[in-house]
């Protein structure tokens, strides 16, 4: 939304346009004039700035947007000038012009592609053109990228309590639940420390009553919203939940779209009939399992945002619900959020597991099966994929949309290929980094003794030869062709507020991440092995989100009164891809 240049002189003081906005201006000084009015279509205030002889504002600001007027040396500089391949007044272009989303089939199937079977025993094969381009690129079809969201950390407890700073009614109680959350914290700890069967069964039960306590101060709390508005304590009318003074309690008045999006949910069902129970329950369950003010800061909802980014069309504008006489708003950020939680659990495909801890196998998704998954969802199937970005504790899930992989081929001379000791002469043997003219020697002389070596495992038994890292360096296998990758993944990214809404939907706002590995490829083009270049710099896991249940889940880390079905109806079918 913005405001036309109207060709007069602004100074301070209000003016009616010919639609009937009001707009307000205030003269900043000889040159600036600052001018705000009211966005019809998001309800929101817009500022801007108008400089003189400026036709356009050269600044302004809104619930969704910053934006600032650039010179031409600003766009020369700017990333997306150079992405998009934008122009000077001269005709020259800032940067290049990447190729444009593949389009997808006519007959494509976007739930069949996410479904589609990989088998990852089956071998994968890199293309002659790969191998001699170096290159490697895959993408999403077009319309079918994963959307900008926010990550709503459990800390915070957004989805409850809102994310815009209104009051809401969930809010009433969060200083009675935060105390308790904070000593069922502590009383975690002590279980996890404790060193005897005696002690650890005292900080379960002491842990255990507090959760007691916790739940029954939810379901009073919100069993009383539930029997005051069919009472008649509590009432909704005009758009305003209201509850008059009573004895025992201050007056309640809250517009509803000013709820969170979970006590905006709370009413459409109890406003619907929902047969899911107190429907209010919604925020007392949240609060119970996923809110946790004592938590670590990377726990949030990033499961949940990267499967709906993916399955769902983004929301792109308010979305009003009439039911029971009421109307009900759902901004975008309270669509994006309530999809979200929505899609905690969905039925998905996993590749690789999760590391947790020093047991865990680090790199169980080797680089052979990152080509295999990559090549398979982007290239093949023409679908997004969601990816643990580093290979620690901490899960930091990202849907990736496209992946270029840069192939560097090296061969013996360079030191940094692996050496067959089979066919190796005493030159080649001497570029392996760290293996001395002796040590080389003694590989020959028992080669020379006993044969071809079955086994890199018998060069431990020559004496003098002691490599930590034996199969980085030496191969078996003469045909074996050794690459250096680069692998650079844009995913969409989380670090965004609540109401992001991307620019182009093609182009979600993304960041990159790059990944350094080796691999080997026999004579077919077959990978058959590879390493990642840091142990921990390198994806964890990925999965793929197939399909999110429309019934009520009985997932225990899903909100059960949340029930995705019932969302569909509300908002619509056009939410889903």
């Known amino acids: 939304t913005y405001l036309a240049p109207w060709g007069t002189r602004w100074g301070d003081g209000e003016r009616v346009l010919e639609d009937g906005s009001l707009t307000l201006t205030e003269r900043v000084d000889d040159g600036l004039t600052d001018v705000f009015f009211e966005d019809d279509f998001g309800g929101g205030i817009v500022a801007l700035r108008y400089e003189a002889g400026q036709p356009w504002p050269v600044w302004s600001m809104s619930d969704n947007t910053e934006t600032r007027l650039l010179s031409e040396a600003d766009l020369a500089d700017w990333p997306l000038a150079q992405m998009t391949g934008a122009t000077d007044p001269s005709g020259a272009q800032y940067g290049p012009v990447p190729p444009p989303p593949e389009a997808a089939p006519a007959d494509f199937d976007f739930r069949s592609a996410l479904a589609g079977s990989l088998d990852m025993d089956a071998a994968f ?55 308790l959350h904070a000593r069922m914290d502590a009383q975690r700890k002590q279980f996890e420390a404790a060193e005897t069967e005696e002690d650890r069964r005292a900080a379960a039960d002491a842990y255990n009553d507090t959760r007691t306590e916790l739940v029954e ?189 840069e192939l560097t081929e090296v061969d013996h001379a360079s030191g940094d290929a692996r050496v067959n000791v089979n066919t190796a002469t005493l030159e080649e043997l001497l570029t392996v980094p760290g293996l001395s003219e002796a040590q080389a020697l003694a590989i020959l002389d028992a080669r020379a003794a006993g044969g071809a070596f079955q086994s890199l495992s018998e060069l431990y038994t020559i004496q003098g030869v002691q490599f930590e890292n034996l199969y980085e360096h030496f191969t078996l296998d003469s045909n074996l062709r050794h690459f250096d990758a680069v692998a650079v993944v844009k995913f969409t990214t989380d670090a965004v507020p609540p109401s992001h809404i991307d620019g182009v939907t093609d182009l979600p706002h993304s960041e990159e991440q790059v990944w350094a590995y080796t691999i080997d490829v026999d004579s077919s083009g077959r990978i058959v092995g590879g390493t990642w270049k840091d142990d921990r710099d390198h994806p964890d896991f990925v999965w793929v989100p197939l399909v999110n249940p429309r019934g009520a889940d009985t997932n225990e880390s899903e909100n059960p009164f949340l029930i995705y079905g019932n969302y569909l109806d509300a908002i619509g079918d056009h939410v889903e891809r």
């Open 217 to 405: 101060l939810l379901r009073s709390y919100y069993d009383h919203i539930q029997n005051g508005l069919a009472g008649g304590v509590m009432r909704i009318e005009n758009n305003v939940l209201i509850k008059d003074d009573t004895v025992d309690d201050t007056p309640w008045y809250y517009p509803l779209d000013q709820l969170s999006p979970m006590d905006k949910w709370a009413v459409v069902e109890h406003l619907r009939g929902s047969h899911t129970g107190n429907p209010f329950y919604v925020s007392a369950w949240e609060y119970l399992n996923s809110y946790s003010p004592e938590g670590d800061s990377w726990w949030g909802h990033c499961n949940g945002w990267a499967a709906a980014s993916i399955l769902t069309n983004e929301p792109r504008e308010a979305r009003a619900v009439r039911v029971g006489g009421q109307v009900v708003h759902f901004s975008v950020a309270d669509q994006k959020g309530l999809l979200t939680e929505a899609h905690y659990t969905t039925d998905a495909r996993m590749f690789g597991t999760r590391y947790d801890g020093e047991d865990d196998d680090v790199s169980d998704l080797s680089p052979a099966d990152f080509h295999r998954v990559v090549g398979f969802y982007l290239d093949q199937q023409g679908v997004p994929l969601v990816m643990d970005t580093t290979a620690t504790e901490e899960v930091w899930n990202f849907p990736a949309w496209h992946v270029d992989i």
């Open 125 to 179: 094969h890199l293309s002659e053109e790969a191998m001699e381009s170096g290159q490697y690129t895959v993408a999403a079809y077009e319309g079918y990228r994963p959307w900008a969201g926010y990550w709503w950390p459990l800390t915070d407890g957004e989805l409850i309590v809102g994310h815009t700073g209104e009051p809401t009614f969930s809010d009433r109680i969060k200083d009675q639940v935060d105390p």
